[in-house]
T-cell receptor
Framework: DTGVSQDPRHKITKRGQNVTFRCDPISEHNRLYWYRQTLGQGPEFLTYFQNEAQLEKSRLLSDRFSAERPKGSFSTLEIQRTEQGDSAMYLC?????????????FGEGSRLTVL | GQQLNQSPQSMFIQEGEDVSMNCTSSSIFNTWLWYKQDPGEGPVLLIALYKAGELTSNGRLTAQFGITRKDSFLNISASIPSDVGIYFCAGQEKETSGSRLTFGEGTQLTVNP
């Protein structure tokens, strides 16, 4: 399978704990995105990388959230001191600069439940 | 911030019927895309539109990029049970540093056999 891969698919944690999600993009894609989706809503942009550089962050990305893409391949999204409001599906997507503008390919998501 | 208004919110149809849904924005978009999402899965790209007035088909799906660049519609012809899911429109305002997409709130489609 050469699509976008996310791990874990599901995470249940207690409030105050830290969680980390991993995303492996499509191998030839140099752009990687993180989105958050709550029930009944469309995905909301969190942050974007081109290669290893984090080029844009949404206001939704509070200081408890940090994302990295150290070698320009996989990425991690860490949430520190989780709150119940962090419960959501965290989606990763990738795209190629050479591809059609805006054609993002999404992974299956990591669903977070904060108790 | 930018918002996309997608309608209808939900649709209940019989197998074989045609479906139409649309999306409008308050700003001009350079790109419109339509995605389908099944429960517990990530969105899957259906159709991408790049030029005002463009009409593009993908099997039984047809989508158009409105000439004002502020709207788009998606039609599904001869619906089948596997068309069930949530359909999202998404738009890109301009070639920003990241091709960031703004999503609508989705149209939940139910197809009765």
């Amino acid at each position: 399978d050469t699509g976008v891969s996310q791990d874990p698919r599901h995470k249940i944690t207690k409030r105050g704990q830290n969680v980390t999600f991993r995303c492996d993009p499509i191998s030839e894609h140099n752009r990687l995105y993180w989105y958050r989706q709550t029930l009944g809503q469309g995905p909301e942009f969190l942050t974007y990388f081109q290669n290893e550089a984090q080029l844009e962050k949404s206001r939704l990305l509070s200081d408890r959230f940090s994302a990295e893409r150290p070698k320009g391949s996989f990425s991690t999204l860490e949430i520190q001191r989780t709150e119940q409001g962090d419960s959501a599906m965290y989606l990763c997507a990738s795209s190629s600069r050479q591809g059609g503008t805006g054609e993002l390919f999404f992974g299956e998501g990591s669903r977070l439940t904060v108790l | 911030g930018q918002q996309l208004n997608q309608s209808p919110q939900s649709m209940f149809i019989q197998e074989g019927e045609d479906v139409s849904m649309n999306c409008t924005s308050s700003s001009i978009f350079n790109t419109w895309l339509w995605y389908k999402q099944d429960p517990g899965e990530g969105p899957v790209l259906l159709i991408a539109l790049y030029k005002a007035g463009e009409l593009t088909s993908n099997g039984r799906l047809t989508a158009q990029f409105g000439i004002t660049r502020k709207d788009s519609f998606l039609n599904i012809s001869a619906s089948i049970p596997s068309d069930v899911g949530i359909y999202f429109c998404a738009g890109q305002e301009k070639e920003t540093s990241g091709s960031r997409l703004t999503f609508g709130e989705g149209t939940q489609l139910t197809v009765n056999p």
